[in-house]
C-alpha cells in the first residue's frame, strides 16, 4: 500500500463543514422522500425524472441525456424508467432515423402523477431546507455548491 505523504488530513473546521454538508443534504432528501413515498408512492429521483420530462417539448428526451439530467448512472436511470413504466407513468420510444437512440417519454398518467406530487414536495423543499434558513444562508449554499459543480481545475 502506498504512503499518504501529499494528501493532508482535513482540519476540524474542514471536517465540519463536511459533515454538515453530508448530514445536512442526507436529512433533508431522507425527509422529502418520505413524503413523496408515503403521499404518491414516489421516489424523489423518480419525481425528478418525471419534473425533467414534463419540462421538455414532447415531454421527451434521450436516455442518456435523462440520466445526465437526473444525475443518475446509465444503468440506475434503465432500473427507474422501467419501474416507472410499470407504474404507467413513463414509456420508452425508439427513435425512427436511429433504432439505436431511446427515448423516455411522460405519459399522460405520469403528468398528472406529477401534477398531483408537485404541492407535496414544493411544501416538503420550503419546509425542510428554505424555512429554515435566512436569506444569506440560501445565497452562500448557493454560491458555495455554483463553485462545486464548475469544471475542477487542471492539475
Request: charged share 25%; proline share 6%.
Amino acid at each position: 500500500m502506498a504512503p499518504m505523504t501529499t494528501v493532508q488530513p482535513l482540519r476540524p473546521p474542514e471536517m465540519a463543514a463536511w459533515q454538515a454538508l453530508i448530514r445536512g443534504f442526507a436529512t433533508v432528501v431522507r425527509r422529502l422522500e418520505g413524503e413523496l413515498e408515503a403521499e404518491h408512492g414516489l421516489t424523489l429521483a423518480g419525481y425528478d425524472v418525471l419534473a425533467h420530462l414534463s419540462a421538455v417539448p414532447g415531454r421527451r428526451l434521450r436516455m442518456t441525456d435523462l440520466a445526465d439530467c437526473a444525475l443518475l448512472s446509465r444503468s440506475g436511470l434503465t432500473r427507474l424508467v422501467d419501474r416507472l413504466g410499470r407504474a404507467g407513468l413513463v414509456t420508452r420510444q425508439r427513435c425512427e432515423a436511429d433504432g439505436r437512440v431511446v427515448y423516455a417519454v411522460l405519459t399522460d398518467a405520469g403528468y398528472r402523477g406529477l401534477q398531483q406530487a408537485y404541492p407535496t414536495h414544493l411544501r416538503g423543499v420550503r419546509r425542510h431546507l428554505v424555512d429554515r434558513l435566512d436569506p444569506d444562508d440560501l445565497h452562500a449554499i448557493t454560491t458555495a455548491m455554483g463553485k462545486l459543480t464548475e469544471a475542477p481545475p487542471r492539475s
